[in-house]
């Protein structure tokens, strides 16, 4: 057996359980790295490297829940593709650290990490083949599915304690400006707004996911940044809490809506970079409008803005001739 680099990941040519662990391996951290739609194992370790750095928790959680999914899909027999692609363990690899993030970490909390990165896996395989109907991507929306009736259910069992994170149940209210932006706010809601992909408010752990995608693709990492970048101003210009923009709160969502329609569902382009700008200002408003409706349940907004903008501008691509989606080359 020969353990080999590739240009995505690592390789293994031969048999054995030897083998079989490598592409294992290389397949969970493919997952991590499809949380920013890359399916490259290099990309993986970094955003894995930038969660332990901020929180050995996190990052804990972050492995299990990717490594959970991905065996329960193998176990399955998931299409062996998709499976090696890594698209069967990014929705566990947010939902594990997504529960550790909102819940009471402890013996039970993790029994329900484990179970529910497992579901994903099946929620993921139903929404494929429902999705493949529209030609439309999945996405993060198992992750987003599975994590909100976790976290309902948590009104009905006793035994699992919400953290602060969670939001508190009750109409929504009108902000006030809060506080001053200045350049150090910048800076560090611009790396953290990548950061928050994984809940992580780190300007150093934005700064390694922002090393995986370039490794991955410059394009993304392009996209990434610029992403955060309008998410934080459209935050800004809209009177945001200053807190709230240090952390990345409004640069997630924006982030990866950009990395999706300017670097992996559409050819490069002028058009696709007004689109994808476009996508990344709608994903912000969108995550501010999610947020306050979700707010009398008590339940975060996640990446839903996301999934939502994704999917209205991939199912509006087709009547935009500018616009050539990757998938029909």
Known sequence: MTIRLSRTGLAADGQGP?????????????GVGQVMLQNNSYAGLLFLAGVFYNSPLFGSAVLLGAATSTATARLLAAEP???????????????????????????????????AAAASSVLMAAMLTLMKVWKAPVLT?????????????TARFGRLQSTDQLPTAGLPHAVTVEGVVTG????????????????????????????GLLVS????GAAA??????????????????????????????????IALASVFFRPGVATLAYAVLGAVAATVAYAA????????????????????????????????????????
């Not at 566990?92 to 029994?111: E, H, I, K, R, S």
């Not at 809940?199 to 700064?207: E, N």
């Not at 691509?317 to 990757?326: D, I, M």
């Open 217 to 220: 693709s410059r394009q993304a």
């Open 225 to 258: 940044l610029a992403g955060s970048l309008i998410g934080l101003m459209v935050a800004w210009g809209m009177g945001a809490a200053e807190p709230a923009i240090r952390a990345g709160a409004f640069g997630f969502n924006a982030a990866l809506t950009a």
């Open 290 to 329: 999610l947020s306050a409706a979700l707010a009398p349940l008590g339940m975060p907004a996640l990446t839903l803005p996301f999934v939502v903008v994704v999917w209205v501008f991939v199912l509006a691509a087709p009547a935009f001739s500018r616009l050539q989606r990757v998938a029909e080359d």
């Open 18 to 30: 030897l083998a079989a662990f490598v592409t294992f391996v290389d397949t969970v951290l493919r």
């Open 141 to 153: 929306a198992p992750f987003v599915f599975t994590t909100l009736c976790v976290f309902l259910a």
């Open 184 to 211: 150090s706010t910048v800076v560090e809601g611009l790396l953290s707004g990548v950061a928050q992909v994984f809940f992580q408010a780190s300007p150093i752990t934005g700064g390694l996911f922002l090393a």
């Open 81 to 115: 593709a998709q499976l090696r692609a890594g698209l069967f363990g990014f929705n566990g690899a947010l939902v594990a650290v997504a529960l550790m993030y909102f819940l009471q970490p402890g013996v039970l909390t993790w029994a329900v990490v484990i179970f």
